[in-house]
């Protein structure tokens, strides 16, 4: 399978998994609206996505799938099925005590994310984050699998999983919740049980996958077997590689704790409207940083371990231009166009105009900085693969400490809006360093053509969004009915489709070319 064939397969299947997603956020909006409640399940349901985000997509991944990688390659199969077991041994254990200790540890941990909260919506976060702990232990195993069918080069599996979370809480929204209702019980409860199947399920389906390849892993029980285990050198380079990774996805993570407790001593809904921008933002960093990340990192990895510098600068090239050519437009329309974006999507049932103003204005916050939020997808395994975590863990504390400055001077002025654009300015400047430090070091060598490509990528930009800002101002879209936004929203994608790739094709990009490269 091609690069982009398999980039392309991770990203067809990560939009199903982001239209589902959305389908969710409409129901939770329509349902729910904006209130204390729905800061509470925001807050609530961040905790294990925090920590699922740390140590499984997170640390664990950048630190596995490399090792594994690296194994695969010099040592064979054989050897390789003795790794798996090993990780999976130590990683089932610690995942255990990790969960009993969340659960006990709930109120803590939502104080430490949202001590503005209100005395009804803390308690409700507590409960809450006690139902779905656990869902950081089935999220960790299923990053587990992923890493190992990535390695194998089976993107379907992965990719497609988590769209059983999604149908799992829209089942809950649309059968649970009212049935919580009837039984007088808080219908936003119903989400937290939503989500607890969402992760039974998907951890459920990594076991065929794996078994199909004979690589599902045997996980030790009993002392003697979990400390062989621990003991193997294999696992113990995961764990060294770890330590770092873990400073520098926490430092990431820190940061979205910071401004989660920052929202939360804003104005009541601010966590929401913070939330709901989070999501419309993560389709184009998923559809275009993650897919890429998924595809690059295993076989960056490769490159490096057959020392071939030339396949391993090659692909951050390939990556980054496609970088360009897909998230500058995308950046631009959040900027212009978030409005009738968040109006026809959300603009239901309990959420209010208002609602749609703020969230807009968070939107337009990460537009600022999605080019580096996607580019940092793909610059990051660049080092990941030569097994150099400590850069980028340098960089990202440093970014921190950027970032958060721009809070104190920034949210006075904007609010929660500020929350989104300093992330968005920290990406930027973590992109640049990641690849200024690529550069430098020799290991990614920009190929010819990179001015004149990125002059047409710009001049398709700005065609599109002089359109995009045109459809925006010149319709109320708060006026129109349903239809009409959906009509009007469905046209000015079109527009933009058929403005921007018809200037780069007319400015003489091979867009064929690039994707087959």
């Known amino acids: 399978m091609s690069l982009f064939k398999a980039a392309s397969t991770v990203s067809l299947l990560t939009l199903a998994s982001r239209i589902t997603g959305l389908v969710r956020d409409l129901l939770m909006a329509s349902a729910f609206g904006v209130s204390g409640l729905t800061d509470a399940f925001n807050v609530a349901f961040r905790i294990p996505n925090l920590l699922r985000r740390l140590f499984a997509e997170g640390a664990f991944s950048q630190a596995f799938v490399p090792v594994l990688a690296r194994s695969k390659a010099a040592n064979g199969d054989d050897a390789t099925r003795l790794l798996i077991d090993a990780v999976a041994t130590v990683l089932t254990w610690v995942l255990v005590l990790t969960c009993i200790v969340g659960v006990v540890a709930a109120p803590l941990l939502v104080w430490l994310l949202a001590s503005g909260l209100d005395e009804r919506s803390f308690d409700a976060a507590v409960l809450m984050t006690r139902w779905m702990f656990p869902y950081i232990g089935c999220m960790s195993l299923v990053a587990f699998a992923a890493g190992i069918l990535n390695t194998w080069r089976h993107f379907i599996v992965p990719a497609a999983t988590p769209v059983l979370l999604n149908v799992a809480m829209i089942a809950a929204a649309l059968v649970g919740a009212p049935w919580f209702a009837r039984m007088g019980v808080e219908p936003i409860y119903a989400m937290a049980a939503g989500v607890m199947l969402g992760g039974v399920l998907q951890l459920a389906v990594q076991v065929p996958a794996l078994k199909r390849l004979g690589l599902l892993p045997r996980i030790g029980v009993g002392w003697s077997r979990v400390r062989t285990a621990w003991a193997d050198p294999g696992v113990r380079q995961v ?24 929202a939360s001593h804003l104005a009541a809904g601010s966590v929401t409207w913070v939330w709901y921008a989070d999501r419309l933002m993560e389709f184009p960093t998923a559809l275009l940083g993650v897919a890429l990340g998924v595809v690059l990192t295993p076989q960056l990895a490769a490159a490096r371990a057959a020392n071939d510098d030339a396949r391993y600068s090659a692909m951050l090239d390939w990556g980054l231009r496609l970088v360009v050519v897909l998230a500058l437009p995308c950046a631009a329309a959040l900027l212009v166009f978030a409005t009738p974006l968040i109006a026809t999507l959300f603009f239901h049932g309990k ?30 395994p660049g080092y990941y693969a030569s097994l150099d975590i400590r850069t980028p863990v340098k960089i990202a504390i440093a970014v921190l400490v950027v970032t958060q400055l721009l809070n104190l001077v920034l949210v006075p002025q904007l609010q929660h809006a500020a929350l ?46 002089a359109f995009l800002s045109w459809a925006s101002e010149h319709f109320d879209w708060l006026a129109m009915n349903a239809w009409q936004r959906v009509g009007g929203l469905s046209l000015g994608i079109a527009g933009a489709v058929l403005i921007y790739f018809g200037a780069l094709t007319l400015a003489g990009v091979k867009l064929r070319q690039l994707v087959r490269r």
């Open 351 to 380: 959420f209010a105009s208002e609602d749609v103003a703020r969230v807009a204005l968070a939107l337009a916050g990460y537009g600022v900085g999605l080019v580096g939020l996607v580019a940092v997808k793909v610059l990051a």
């Open 420 to 465: 989104t654009l300093s992330i968005a300015l920290g990406a930027l400047l973590n992109a640049s360093w990641l690849l200024v430090g690529l550069i430098r070091r020799g290991s990614y060598k920009p190929q010819a053509g990179w001015g004149v490509f990125g002059a047409q990528a710009v001049g398709a930009t700005l065609l599109m969004s």
């Open 239 to 262: 764990l060294t590689l770890m330590l770092p990774a873990l400073l520098g996805v926490g430092v990431a993570q820190l940061s979205l704790l910071i401004n989660t407790q920052i």
